[in-house]
């Protein structure tokens, strides 16, 4: 088993952050992880590789559309104390009926315009602001730097996590209940290797838009509605098959409804719980509800990457892929270590009953923030080096650079469960970046909608 890098990852675009290296790392940890787990089941090693620009442009073909979501009360304001701070208001619903945006025009008590927001924010201290918001539950913070980012006590936390708590291949079923880009990443890369990948949404947004739909290829998608006590006791049934349980609600808000980590555990001994957030599970940040699609955003301008990038004149935004790539890995990490485990017991034992029984459950954690930290460690380049060897990124518009076209694969519109009659269309996205010598990735079809399918599981032999 071995995996392949770019000698020279970075700058592989024109940020002063070494994203390449970002790219290639997590990309090929998760093809790693994913081999390994083949290793086990099979005997069959193989060598991965990844090329650092391919990484990178993956990582960006994967937010076209997303400007779809950006209102325009979103965005840095200046407030009274001189500085800035970022608001999150977006997502796929009318201002008024967008619980983030209101909840903003409240604490402001002003008119849904870009002005008036922006004047209100005059009116207001920055950190006073941002804990009002806190407070109110919804997102928006200060615009630090790094070194006042350092010195937070919540960035401390992040330094020294808490280690005891702990709790994709053919045949495995992962249920996920995430939204835009740093989940669905994940589970494009767990579907790319095998998973039976099942997306559940509310039918309540059933007005998404077409955000990073290159990520919703190779898997399956329904819908229920966690309010009604039909649809929850759906989903026990469903988590009950399950292998994986990936989810990306805010802190606590699947535990409100009965499916935090305790009673998924409880219901499936052996499952891997799977959670993505944005500020962590410690520190006085850890509760702060967040809405991890967009919570980069508001992370980078909380921890120091927005100001950062700024001083070196460039732009881009890679904790989203990074995020989605690294729960990968620690899933597939954490199947792995059930799999050791059951070899182990059925070495000692030759009791093979004894397999799911003796296995145990794992978690695995991924916040935004700690990838963020894990993004600044490989350090910065000067600006010197990013912008006279670092190749910007091709625009998004048709016709597509050459650059793109070369790595482009279409993919047709899957048929679904429903088998509505509509057009089988077809789509374009950027291949997957991370090679496998035994296993190559799967492709696979994409729903092209949220309800294509019924909240039920494919047989384990397809």
Known sequence: MSLCLTDKADP???SSFKLGSVAQ????LAGLAAAYFHHLNTGIG????????HAVLEFNGQLIGFNQLLNELFGVHRTKDNNCVRIHTNFPQPLTENIHCQEILNTLSCAPTKQAVAESLLQWDSYAFEEEVALRKT??????????????????ALRAPDASRRRSPDGIRALELTRIIAGPVSRLTLAAHGTNVLWVTSPKFSN????GMDTWRGKRTTQLDLTEPGDCHTLREL???ADVFLQGYRPGGLADKGFGVSDVVAARPGIVYASLNAYGWDGPWKDRRGTAQFDSLVVQAATGFNAGEAEAYAAYTGDYHAAGHLLAFGINAALCKTITVRILIVAASRNADNQTKEGGSWEVRVSL????????SFGQLEPAVVFSEGAPLPPRSLPQAPEVQALMVELQRSAGDKRDGGERKVMNAIKHSVILSATPVLAGEAP??????????LPRSQ
């Open 12 to 14: 592989a675009v024109n």
């Open 25 to 28: 790392t997590s990309v090929g």
């Open 46 to 53: 193989q060598r991965v590789s990844t090329d650092a620009r």
């Open 139 to 156: 997102v928006a913070t200060v615009l630090r730097r790094f070194e006042e980012w350092d010195a937070h006590r919540h960035a401390c």
């Open 208 to 211: 998404w838009p077409m955000v």
């Open 239 to 241: 988590f009950k098959d």
């Open 369 to 376: 923030a700690a990838v963020g930290q894990w993004m600044r």
């Open 448 to 457: 092209m909608r949220l309800d294509a399918h019924l909240p039920m599981w």
